[in-house]
């Protein structure tokens, strides 16, 4: 599997080439989003068609970003346009963990269970991967974020006695995902981005706790990615101590400036822009671009990936170009 033997600092036989994007998956397999965060063979199917469809590296067992904020309290609506979103987010100042947590009694992370399963028993080639987000992503999903935001400057405490719960949720998390046949746990944490917090502010509420969660994961059997939307450069080597095995760059970002900060250390993931390149340019563009991620981050140790999640709407033809071109590049 080449996406494990890059992940494992292995020599891989092609560059791997791996997509996200709960959305187009969804689009291409034309379900209604209710059933596809609530039926398990719905989700899986819709995946396994994503993967077959496009020739990527692995399936990914991805609904939405709720999931998990469901599973801690939060109430969702739907939106005919952009799907689930949160109604109700909860109070940190009123928030009592409770003592269990079961995640099998919300429909939306018991699905993406279900579906796990489902995939690791349908496919042999390709790892299975999940997708949930961050310990701070989370928490400040499924609290006020503004409320969260004040609280680093007037309730530090507060905030990270929420960090070490969510955290210990989401290790629970892994842990069942893990055993229903996942092998790879992909972390986006939009919010640590430093277009959204400071380089102190991610080292105090985001890097202890990214840190705890990926070291659980990786003593589980697991291999963690890491994705941070927006600029990250001051903080590259602080996300590469979490002991992600990959990191995920946005497109803003220079795969050749993080390979020279961070070395052969970690594996670079990205960084196709998805929505000028993938979604509204053409094989062309794609192929150029997928070439120029794969040369300026140097092939060795590198995944090809979109710099986010693949959007709706985008053509199916620039997905297979970007896979046949990381499968026809001679290293």
Request: hydrophobic share 45%; glycine share 8%.
């Amino acid at each position: 599997m080449v996406l494990l033997d890059t992940l494992k600092g292995r020599v891989a036989s092609s560059i791997p080439v791996i997509f996200t994007g709960a959305g187009l998956a969804r689009e291409l397999a034309d379900v209604p989003w209710e059933a596809l965060r609530s039926d398990a063979s719905v989700l899986a199917e819709a995946q396994l068609n994503f993967q077959r469809q496009t020739g990527m590296d692995w399936v990914t067992v991805y609904s939405d970003a709720l999931p998990i904020p469901e599973v801690l309290g939060c109430t969702i609506r739907f939106s005919p346009v952009s799907g689930p979103l949160i109604d109700r987010q909860m109070s940190l100042q009123d928030f009592k963990p409770p003592s269990e947590i079961d995640y099998y009694a919300t429909r939306s992370a018991a699905a993406m269970l279900g579906a796990i399963e489902i995939c690791a028993r349908a496919v042999r080639d390709v790892p299975v991967g999940v997708l949930f987000e961050a310990p701070f992503t989370t928490a400040l999903r499924s609290f006020d974020a503004t409320a969260a935001i004040k609280l680093m400057f007037k309730n530090p405490g507060l905030l990270r006695s929420a960090l070490d719960f969510i955290t210990g949720v989401l290790e629970g998390f892994s842990a069942e995902a893990i055993r229903k046949g996942a092998s790879v746990v992909h972390i986006p944490d939009p919010f640590s981005s430093l277009d959204f917090i400071s380089a102190r502010h991610f080292e105090e509420f985001s890097h202890p706790y990214l840190t705890r969660l990926i070291g659980s994961i990786h003593r589980m059997g697991g291999h963690a990615i890491l994705h941070m939307c927006g600029n990250t450069e001051s903080i590259w080597p602080k996300m590469a101590e979490t002991g992600a095995l990959g990191l995920s760059l946005d497109q803003k970002m220079v795969l050749g400036n993080a390979r020279a900060v961070l070395g052969k250390s970690v594996v670079l993931v990205g960084n196709v822009d998805p929505i000028h390149v993938l979604m509204m340019g053409d094989a062309t563009a794609v192929r150029r671009a997928a070439v120029s991620c794969i040369e300026t981050a140097g092939p060795d140790r590198f995944v090809l990936m979109p710099g986010c999640g693949t959007p709706p709407g985008t053509p199916i033809e620039n997905l297979r170009a970007m896979v046949s071109t990381a499968k026809e590049y001679v290293v």
